[in-house]
Structures are given as C-alpha cells and as structure tokens.
Nanobody, 119 residues
C-alpha cells in the first residue's frame, strides 16, 4: 500500500520561508508526476506546483517565490517557499501520479500539512 507523508508546515511571519517535503513509500515502480496543491478555508483546492521528467510549472500566484524539486531516489518532492504572504496560508497537499504493483497509473494524495503565514 502506498503512503504519502508531508512534513515541514508551520507558522511563519510574512516574508519568511518554509520548506515542505513529501515522501512516498510502498510498492512503487515509477512516479511520473509530483505536485503540490493547497486549500485555504472555504476555498477550492488549487495546484501550486508540478514537476515531471519534462515539465515544471507553477501557479501564477507563486511564480518567482516557490520552487518545486524532486529526488527520485528517495521518492520525495519538495516545495521551497520564500517571501511568504498571508494569502499563502492553507493546507498543502502532496500529490503523485505513479505506477505501483497494483495499478499502471493512479493518483495518490497525502493528508496535508498546514502552513500559516501571520505576524
């Protein structure tokens, strides 16, 4: 059974930085796409950043401030968040599309980590 576990969230002041990590474990053959989403209270979940073998993309609201990266050997994706703003406050979810021992391609989600930007 595949599990995704996020870490690195917390409380930070405006202008500060945080680094999120998400590690996948289980019977994984290949991870095609890794991504971070976020959901603020009473808002829809939105894509923050996505990384595959050929593509890196970001939401316009985070371009120039956030950087997504991955370590394939560790099945881990990172999100470096700089110049944080109050509007970045949300629960951040890790998403991976992968091939496992049970299926050829499926989306998996972590339970999320809370990021609060406040003075």
């Amino acid at each position: 059974q595949v599990q995704l576990v996020e870490s690195g969230g917390g409380l930070v002041q405006p202008g500060g930085s945080l680094r999120l990590s998400c590690a996948a474990s289980g019977s994984i053959f290949k991870i095609y796409t890794m991504a971070w989403y976020r959901q603020a209270p009473e808002e829809q979940r939105e894509l923050v950043g996505l990384i595959s073998d050929r593509i890196i993309d970001y939401a316009d609201s985070v371009k120039g401030r956030f950087t997504i990266s991955r370590d394939n050997a560790k099945n881990t994706v990172y999100l470096q968040m700089n110049s944080l703003k109050a509007e970045d406050t949300a629960r951040y979810y890790c998403n991976m599309y992968m091939r496992t021992i049970q299926d050829d391609g499926m989306d998996y989600w972590g339970k999320g980590t809370l990021v609060t930007v406040s003075s």
